[in-house]
């Protein structure tokens, strides 16, 4: 019996040594491989899946890193190490923004030759192209998001309202709704959704600005599109008719688990968040609206022009790893038919393997799979940059300083920013 | 004699040499190193995302470059407003406590030790406490304003200016008790005699204050001033964990900006050039400060 070791943020010093007596003198060597991780909303799941690995690879042990929940608070984590060339670091998530990044500073390992393409058809193509950069890919897909939005599905019901296809259509129910529970529930609100100055502002700011006509940058990617009418008008939209009036002035210091909690005590009737809420909203232990809740496609601004941002979380392997065999076989098990379809009925994440969306087992507990096919298929990935990350502060500032600060002139900060996002873009262009 | 003086001199300052060599060691290897290395770092163009760039020596380009950015100019800003309100009410509240903890009353060590209970919680955990008393549904500051009015909650965090004041509220929470702390050492090395002269001579207690209190507490409020400045031109915790430095850049000071850029953008050569800026204005700060307490010193010994 191997046991796992689970570490919160530090090594560990001590593994079991198990005299076991499966093992024989022709088995490999016993071998450490050191997971960095996030810290999951599903612990126990994550431990019986990696319990499953070292029962059938006796002679790996699998130590866990768990860092913060928060995406940033993460990256910043694993970078330092791979900045540091750290060779206790083995298998890592990537968030689909961070590929490029880890592909050019060579921190993640090419995995052409053991992600072989026949492999690659059996996920979803936006997740193995995430994982692409340059001529290699360097990730194997975990799991696929793309932003959602959920909905009280009684009071919908109630007021015989279907599910918004604009953004004109849900502030309009929204109001009315709001203003018949008034008397019930004078908190209630029309809307919740992350808009804290962080990452998660970039991402639903894409979904208006994208569901507008509009985009962060250029096909080509070398001029930032703030400051087009199209994108302009969806931030102004935000700024008018979203922050403080759908949306308590509140969600400006939302990230995504103040806002989901705001949805899941019910005081607001529509929501936006990744396909992981669904899990937690319909959980009897965690929610008070379990068995009240919809999920359905974001609306656009005409009907049927909506847009999601692309999320999700690939499997790299470290270029400094000494075990990249074993990493590889960790990877492989975890991202299996078998252990994705356990996260989706277990934890509630969307699969990145496309056999898993018409899986009638599947189906049966998420209903919601079929339509999320659709929305993952065409949803809209945030810029793909190794500078990424500090293109994300300046779209992060330029969104929050117009949506916080009264009075601020729109198309002007639009224009700075712009200004400073081509910059950096210039840069990636003349490294050599 | 000459001869053997100078040798046992000269084993003397040898010895002392020994003696200090270990502190001498330590700090040019954990403070001057890191600091002449940032400095180096901050005279090349690093970006840990293209590599390709590689390491090119860029001068003085970086802090060039800093002198014309916006973000630093709003982050030095937020952090000069900040380092000006937070030092001047921590020296009012602390100057307050420690003539409240300086006098004779039942329960006076209860008091004193009960004091520095907010300067021993850790930040992070302190600027958790008051993201959740300033929390918009369930926040403390909410309830006893409201109590049961929860349509009239107001979301304090999501306006600019009050979330600044908040982040400054935190502070100044977190160290008065520490200004307290000097400024009671201070007190405590005035001499009852002056007190009693001054009685003699009809004095009331605000004269006393304000002629023998306040000018012989001089040393003690520049010594505590000198350490809050250096502190809170450092602010970045307070930062990361309530606002990471939102709504619309209003609570971005510069440590948090120089982390930014260092860390989650892996600008190396710019985010160092933020880190030495803000060593070089703490520097000069305090060799400002250590003139005027070394001037005030000398003119007490020739009083």
Redesign the interface.
């Known amino acids: 019996m191997l046991l796992i070791l689970l570490t919160f943020c530090g090594p560990v010093s001590d593994v079991p040594a198990q005299p076991s007596t499966d093992r024989t003198a022709a088995s490999s060597h016993p071998v450490i491989l050191r997971f960095v991780s996030w810290k999951p909303d599903h612990q126990r799941v994550w431990d019986e899946a990696i319990a499953g690995f070292t029962k059938t690879h006796p002679h790996i042990s699998v130590v866990r890193e768990l860092a913060p929940h928060s995406s940033t608070a993460y990256h910043d984590l694993l970078t330092q190490k791979l900045k540091n060339r750290d060779t206790t670091v083995d298998v890592f998530f990537m968030d689909v923004i961070w590929v490029p990044e880890f592909a050019a500073a060579g921190w993640a390992r090419p995995l052409d030759g053991r992600f072989s393409p026949t492999m690659r058809e059996e996920f979803l193509p936006a997740t193995v192209a995430v994982g692409r950069y340059g001529e290699h890919v360097y990730g194997v897909p975990s799991r696929i998001d793309a932003g959602l939005l959920y909905y009280r599905q009684d009071l919908l019901t109630k007021y015989s309202f279907t599910a918004p296809a604009t953004w004109e259509e849900l502030i309009h129910q929204a109001e009315r709704i709001v203003a018949g529970e008034q008397s019930g529930n004078p908190t209630l609100r029309g809307y919740s959704a992350p808009f804290k100055q962080y990452e998660g502002l970039v991402c639903h700011m894409l979904e208006f600005i994208a569901g507008h006509g509009g985009s962060l940058l250029t096909p080509d990617g070398t001029t930032s599109t703030l400051a087009t009418p199209e994108a302009l008008a969806a931030v102004q939209f935000v700024r008018d008719r979203v922050i403080g009036r759908l949306a308590s002035r509140a969600a400006l210091t939302y990230q995504e688990p103040e806002s989901l909690s705001v949805f899941l005590q019910g005081h607001a009737v529509f929501h936006r968040n990744w396909p992981y809420a669904w899990e937690l909203a319909t959980n009897q232990t965690r929610s008070t609206i379990a068995g009240k809740v919809g999920v359905a496609s974001l609306p656009g601004f005409a009907a049927g022009e909506h847009a999601a941002t692309l999320g999700g979380w690939l499997y790299g392997i470290s270029a400094y790893s000494q075990h990249p065999d074993e990493a590889w076989a960790l990877i492989e098990f975890l991202s299996s038919q078998a252990t994705q379809k356990k996260f989706a009925q277990e934890a509630g994440i969307a699969p990145s393997r496309q056999a898993l969306f018409s899986d009638p087992d599947l189906l049966a507990t998420m209903p919601q799979l079929s339509n999320h096919f659709a929305v993952l298929q065409s949803a809209t990935a945030r810029p793909r940059s190794p500078v990424y990350p500090a293109i994300s502060h300046l779209l992060q500032r330029y969104f929050s300083r117009v949506l916080a600060i009264d009075g601020i002139d729109l198309a002007q900060e639009a224009a700075i920013t712009d200004a400073h996002i081509d910059r950096l873009l210039a840069l990636t262009r003349t490294a050599p | 004699m000459s001869f053997l003086g100078s040798i046992a001199r000269h084993r003397e300052s040898l010895a002392a040499w020994t003696m200090v060599a270990p502190a001498l060691l330590v700090t040019l290897v954990f403070a001057l190193y890191p600091v002449l290395d940032s400095f180096w770092l901050s005279l090349h163009h690093i970006?840990?995302?293209?590599?390709?760039?590689g390491r090119s020596f860029i001068g003085l380009e970086n802090y060039f470059n800093l002198l014309h950015d916006?973000?630093a100019h709003q982050a030095l800003l937020v952090t000069l407003a900040f380092v000006v309100l937070s030092t001047m009410l921590e020296l009012a509240c602390g100057l307050v406590i420690a003539l409240v903890i300086h006098e004779r009353f039942r329960g006076r060590g209860l008091v004193r030790a009960a004091i520095l209970i907010p300067w021993a919680i850790p930040t992070v955990v302190a600027s958790q406490l008051w993201r959740y008393i300033f929390n918009?549904?369930y926040g403390f500051a909410n309830l006893v304003l409201f109590g049961d009015r929860?349509?009239e909650y107001i979301?304090w965090?999501?306006?600019?200016g009050v979330a600044f004041m908040i982040i400054v509220l935190a502070d100044v929470w977190k160290t008065s008790c520490f200004a307290a702390l000097l400024i009671l050492a201070g007190l405590q090395v005035i001499s009852d005699d002056l007190y009693d002269a001054a009685k003699v001579d009809g004095a009331g207690a605000w004269q006393r204050f304000w002629h023998i209190t306040l000018p012989l507490l001089k040393p003690a409020l520049l010594l505590a001033l000198l350490f809050r400045t250096m502190d809170a031109f450092r602010v970045f915790d307070l930062v990361f964990v309530m606002?990471?430095?939102?709504?619309?850049?209003?609570t971005?000071v510069l440590q948090f900006y120089g982390y930014?850029?260092l860390?989650?953008?892996?600008?190396l050569g710019y985010g160092s050039a933020v880190s030495v800026a803000v060593f070089l204005m703490i520097l000069s700060l305090s060799l400002i400060y250590l003139r005027a307490i070394g001037s005030n010193l000398l003119e007490r010994r020739r009083t």
């Open positions: 970006f840990v995302g293209i590599p390709s760039l916006p973000v918009d549904q929860v349509t979301p965090l999501a306006y600019p606002t990471q430095g939102g709504p619309g850049d209003a971005q930014q850029t860390f989650t953008e892996g600008r």
